[in-house]
C-alpha cells in the first residue's frame, strides 16, 4: 500500500506555464515536506507544512488537512525548474517518513 | 555551512563484497536515517538512529547493517546478503521531533557488478 500518491507522474510544460502538482496522503501527518531532485540526486526539502499555505519566490504549497491533500504550484516555469518533486509526510507517531514516488517535471524553452 | 557530507558520490564493487556508505553531519542533529531509491520507486527507509549508540530497522533492513558510535556519524554496511544492492542511497538527519530541520545528503550510487 502507499501512504503517499502523487500525480501527475510525470509532467512537460512549456517555459512560463503555471504547474500543479498533486499529494494525498492516507496516514496522520503531523508535518508534509516538499522535496525537489535534481538529476545529480541530492535533496533539498522546499516546503515544511503543518497547515495552510506557504510561498517562496515562485513556489507555493498548500495543504488541506481535512482533505488529506496537498498542491505544489509553480508560477512562471523556468527550464531549471525540471526535476523531481517529491511529495514526504512524517506521521504523528514518530520520525518515520513516507514518501511519495515523485514527480518528474521537465520545462522546455 | 552545516550539512550532510555523503561520500563517495559513485561507488562501485563486485558481488559478493561488503562496502560502507559514509554519512557525516555537523548540524548537531540527534536523529539520522538511511534511505534506499530506485527508479520509480518512493524512498524507502533502511535503518535509523535517533540517539547514539542506538538504531532501529527501517522497512528494508535485510542484507544491511549500521552503526552509531558518534552523534555526527552513521555508516552504513552493504553485506554481500543484500540480494539487489544496485541503487541510490541517501542520509538524511534531523533534530528529532515531527521533521523538523530534515536535511538530506547528497546521495551515493552504488552498483555491483
Known amino acids: 500500500k502507499n501512504e503517499v500518491e502523487q500525480s501527475p507522474q510525470n509532467l512537460t510544460a512549456q517555459e512560463g506555464e503555471f504547474i500543479t502538482i498533486n499529494c494525498s496522503y492516507s496516514?496522520?501527518?503531523?508535518?508534509l515536506h516538499w522535496l525537489q531532485q535534481h538529476p545529480g540526486g541530492g535533496i533539498v526539502s522546499l516546503f515544511m507544512l503543518s497547515s495552510g499555505k506557504k510561498k517562496h519566490g515562485r513556489l507555493i504549497a498548500t495543504i488541506n488537512i481535512q482533505e488529506k491533500h496537498s498542491s505544489l504550484h509553480i508560477t512562471a516555469s523556468h527550464p531549471r525548474d525540471s526535476a523531481v518533486y517529491i511529495c514526504?509526510?512524517?506521521?504523528?507517531?514518530?520520525?518515520?517518513?513516507?514518501f511519495g514516488t515523485g514527480t518528474s517535471l521537465t520545462v522546455i524553452p | 555551512d552545516g550539512g550532510i557530507t555523503q561520500s563517495p558520490k559513485y561507488l562501485f564493487r563486485k558481488e559478493g563484497q561488503n562496502v560502507t556508505l559514509s554519512c557525516e553531519q555537523n548540524l548537531n542533529h540527534d536523529a539520522m536515517y538511511w534511505y534506499r531509491q530506485d527508479p520509480g520507486q518512493g524512498l524507502r527507509l533502511i535503518y535509523y538512529?535517533?540517539?547514539?549508540?542506538?538504531?532501529q530497522k527501517g522497512d528494508i533492513a535485510e542484507g544491511y547493517s549500521v552503526s552509531r558510535e558518534k552523534k555526527e556519524s552513521f555508516p552504513l554496511t552493504v553485506t554481500s546478503a543484500q540480494k539487489n544492492p544496485t541503487a541510490f542511497y541517501l542520509c538524511?538527519?534531523?533534530?528529532?521531533?515531527?521533521?523538523?530541520?530534515?536535511?538530506f545528503g547528497s546521495g551515493t550510487r552504488l552498483t555491483v557488478v
Open positions: 496516514v496522520g501527518i503531523s508535518a
Open positions: 538524511a538527519s534531523s533534530t528529532g521531533t515531527g521533521g523538523v530541520g530534515y536535511t
Open positions: 514526504a509526510v512524517v506521521t504523528y507517531t514518530g520520525n518515520q517518513f513516507y
Open positions: 538512529s535517533q540517539i547514539v549508540n542506538d538504531f
